[in-house]
């Protein structure tokens, strides 16, 4: 079992930025694919950025040259750093990921979510 916990989340003002970070817990050999996604009230959940081993990323088209995803490597952590934050970037961001288990298992597994409130 793997367990995510993010943070990072809180109130930040228009303008400025925030940095998320992911932790992974469990028998995990490699992460080969994470990233961050957000619920924005009454919207669905989205992509922010997600990475793959080896290097490709990817970023959601309304965050694209305000956020970098970094990963230290290829288990732990995964961060996100979003600059010049809207408004609009209020949400609940959750962290995903999914690899191979020490048991050679796959795992697939989101985080509990934290939340940041961006005020105008």
């Known amino acids: 079992q793997v367990t995510l916990v993010e943070s990072g989340g809180g109130l930040v003002q228009a303008g400025g930025s925030l940095r998320l970070s992911c932790e992974a817990s469990g028998s995990i050999v490699s992460i080969t694919s994470t990233g961050w996604y957000r619920q924005r009230p009454g919207k669905q959940r989205e992509l922010v950025a997600s990475?793959?081993?080896?290097?490709?990323?990817e970023y959601g088209d309304s965050v694209k040259g305000r956020v970098t995803i970094s990963r230290r490597n290829d288990r732990n952590p995964v961060y996100l750093q979003m600059n010049s934050v809207k408004p609009e970037d209020t949400a609940v961001y959750f962290c995903h990921a999914a690899g191979l288990l020490r048991s050679f298992k796959g795992f697939d597994s989101w985080g509990q979510g934290t939340q940041v409130t961006v005020s105008s």
């Open positions: 990475t793959v081993s080896g290097g490709t990323t």
